[in-house]
């Protein structure tokens, strides 16, 4: 069974400083998809950014980018230029045969 | 925003109730699935179904069922409700195809048993 780690519970930021968010994940497949998901409080869970296991180029949307390892199975999301709206718990999960398996969440704090 | 919705947002009832968590969206998707997430914590898949009439139990077991009559609707029942059911519980959708990745939450049941 595929397992997804974050190590971080918790997390602080200072405002427009940069933070890097921790995932590892277990698994036997060679083709798989990992992502990274915003829980805000009390506001729906959104996909933030994705990467497809055969791609060896670390995905990049706007201030949000990974880095994926794929030997070492490892994925951290890192956050530029945080922004007080960036507060929300992160969910990293991983998905091969249509199921995602999320890891235990990561609360993001931003300081103003 | 994505356009799957959950009633109620809020319930707060007691022991021994039946209670149906409503989950429908209006993006034609054919996969829909359960969550049970204790706040704060992470997410728990008890159930999912890929598309009418098909349902199928998830990784952690729950006293819940559902059913999938209609492609846009995904309801979750409790017969008999204890605390132990207390939690919040999401539900969400994704696109045909495989490995597309990307859930569409809802915003969540927040269930409360006294």
């Known amino acids: 069974a595929q397992t997804v780690t974050q190590s971080q519970p918790e997390m602080s930021v200072q405002e427009a400083e940069t933070v890097t968010l921790s995932c590892t994940y277990d698994?036997?497949?060679?083709?798989?998809?990992l992502f990274w998901y915003k829980q805000p409080p009390s506001r729906q869970m959104i996909l933030v950014i994705r990467?497809?296991?055969?791609?060896?180029q670390n995905a990049t949307e706007n201030r949000f980018s990974v880095n994926f390892q794929k030997a070492a199975k490892s994925f951290s999301l890192k956050i530029s230029d945080s922004q007080l709206g960036d507060a929300a718990m992160y969910f990293c999960a991983y998905e091969a045969g249509n199921m995602l398996t999320f890891g235990g969440g990561t609360r993001l704090m931003v300081k103003p | 925003e994505a356009d799957i919705y959950q009633t109620p947002r809020y319930l707060v009832i007691g022991t021994g109730k039946k209670i149906t968590l409503e989950c429908s969206q209006t993006m034609g998707h054919d996969k829909m699935y359960w969550y049970q997430q204790d706040p704060g914590m992470e997410l728990h898949l008890i159930h999912y179904?890929?598309?009418?009439?098909?349902?199928e139990k998830g990784d952690l077991s729950s006293e819940s069922t559902v059913s999938r009559i209609r492609t846009e609707h995904f309801p979750l029942t409790l017969e008999s409700a204890r605390p132990s059911h207390t939690s919040q519980y999401l539900c969400a959708s994704s696109r045909p195809g495989l490995n597309t990745g990307e859930l569409f939450f809802g915003e969540g049941s927040r269930l409360t048993v006294l």
């Open positions: 990467q497809e296991a055969y791609k060896q």
């Open positions: 698994t036997s497949e060679s083709d798989y998809y």
């Open positions: 179904s890929y598309g009418v009439n098909s349902t």
